[in-house]
Nanobody, 126 residues
């Protein structure tokens, strides 16, 4: 089991940037693929970005490609989501999730992820 704690959310103007962090703890962290998901008010939780436990491959939702970047520190303890050119529609609670040996192509749905953080709210004002 992996424990995840997100931080870095807040209020930002449209066009601005925010970097989210996810601090992970637990055993065998390097064998977990990591992902970011988000849930806007009244909507279902949706996939944002994923970082593979093998080779560091990444995958993004079409809505954030070219604007968001997921990364992981060398120790494997922290995952980041750099969000640029933010839009009001990016407003949501952002969740960090971990999937044991998960193939990132299968991480486009919240189902199947093993562990979740409690989320951090990002509000983008117009």
């Amino acid at each position: 089991q992996v424990q995840l704690v997100e931080s870095g959310g807040g209020l930002v103007q449209a066009g601005g940037s925010v970097r989210l962090s996810c601090a992970a703890s637990g055993r065998l962290l390097r064998m977990y693929s990591m992902g970011w998901f988000r849930q806007a008010p009244g909507k279902e939780r949706e996939f944002v970005a994923a970082f593979s436990w093998i080779g560091g491959a990444t995958n993004y939702a079409d809505s954030v490609k070219g604007r968001f970047t997921i990364s992981r520190d060398n120790a494997g303890n922290t995952v980041y989501l750099q969000m640029n050119s933010l839009k009001p529609e990016d407003t949501a609670v952002y969740y960090c999730a971990a999937g044991y040996q998960k193939i990132i192509a299968s991480m486009t749905s919240p189902e199947g992820m093993d562990d979740w953080g409690r989320g951090t709210l990002v509000t983008v004002s117009s």
